[in-house]
């Protein structure tokens, strides 16, 4: 380790990574979710897919490629599929409300599918199969 490398907690680069999206008007609540999904993909050495892409990201809102304050929608339900609008959302936060739908579509179905349009770069995928297991359900992810 160099000189300029320091140490901190997963807690407080979550809280520091929130903070950031705040400061660029992204939701209380989505501002969370992604910060949460960047330090898990760091904590489990996906570095590329972790807080790295927060310049980028930041850079995207400011173009407008990514909405700090979307407009998700479920646009369709149909048995076991649920189709979703993020918006243009950040990925992260679309990927986490899709599973949450597929989630739902399986403990009414026994299966479940929810299509997302209009999304931006999901982040690290495994963390949506770990939160259908988590729900006691096995979870495939796609991009």
């Keep these: 380790m160099s000189t300029d490398d320091h140490i901190v907690s997963a807690e407080a680069l979550k809280s520091f990574v ?7 008007e992204v939701a209380e609540d989505h501002a969370e979710t992604w910060a949460d999904i960047l330090v898990w993909a760091n904590a489990r050495g996906m570095d590329s897919h972790g807080v790295l892409r927060i310049p980028r990201y ?7 490629n990514i909405h700090a304050q979307p407009d998700i929608k479920v646009e369709k339900r ?3 599929i649920a189709i ?4 243009w959302a950040p990925g992260p936060v679309a990927m986490t409300m899709a599973m949450d739908e597929a989630i739902g579509r399986a403990r009414e179905c026994h299966v479940g599918w929810c299509i997302v349009r209009n ?3 999901g982040g690290a995928i495994g963390y949506y199969a770990l939160q259908a297991a ?8 796609i991009t």
């Design 78 to 80: 149909a048995g076991a």
């Design 58 to 64: 930041i850079a995207y809102m400011k173009n407008g």
């Design 18 to 24: 929130k903070e950031i999206f705040r400061a660029s």
């Design 134 to 141: 988590r729900a006691g359900f096995a979870g495939i992810v």
């Design 84 to 87: 979703l609008d993020s918006d």
């Design 119 to 121: 999304i931006t770069h």
